[in-house]
Nanobody, 118 residues
Framework: QVQLAESGGGLVQPGGSLRLSCAPS????????MQWYRQAPGKQREYVAS???????NYVESVEGRFTISRDTALNMVYLQMDALKPEDTATYYC????????????WGQGTQVVVSS
């Protein structure tokens, strides 16, 4: 079992920045991929970014060049630095951990809300 705790959401003006944090706990040694997803009101949850155990990152095209996913292995934290925010980035952001131990499992955090508005 893995537990995830997100933080860092809030209200920001267009063009501003926020940094989301995700703190995994529990059987973290089984995690091989960390991801961020988001869900806007009335829309389906969508993939935003991911980072694997080798540090390889991937982004959805709409955030490429504006968002940066990173991890601090010493602190066991994963971050999503969001710059040049747009109103369409408004959503609840979810941290996801994918684990492998006798099967592949997904774990989710409770979500943190990001509102981009003037």
């Amino acid at each position: 079992q893995v537990q995830l705790a997100e933080s860092g959401g809030g209200l920001v003006q267009p063009g501003g920045s926020l940094r989301l944090s995700c703190a995994p706990s529990g059987h973290t040694a089984t995690i091989f991929l960390m991801q961020w997803y988001r869900q806007a009101p009335g829309k389906q949850r969508e993939y935003v970014a991911s980072i694997n155990n080798s540090g390889r990152t991937n982004y959805v095209e709409s955030v490429e060049g504006r968002f940066t996913i990173s991890r601090d292995t010493a602190l066991n934290m994963v971050y999503l630095q969001m710059d040049a925010l747009k109103p369409e980035d408004t959503a609840t952001y979810y941290c996801n951990a994918r684990t492998q131990l006798r099967g592949v499992y997904d774990y989710w955090g409770q979500g943190t809300q990001v509102v981009v508005s003037s």
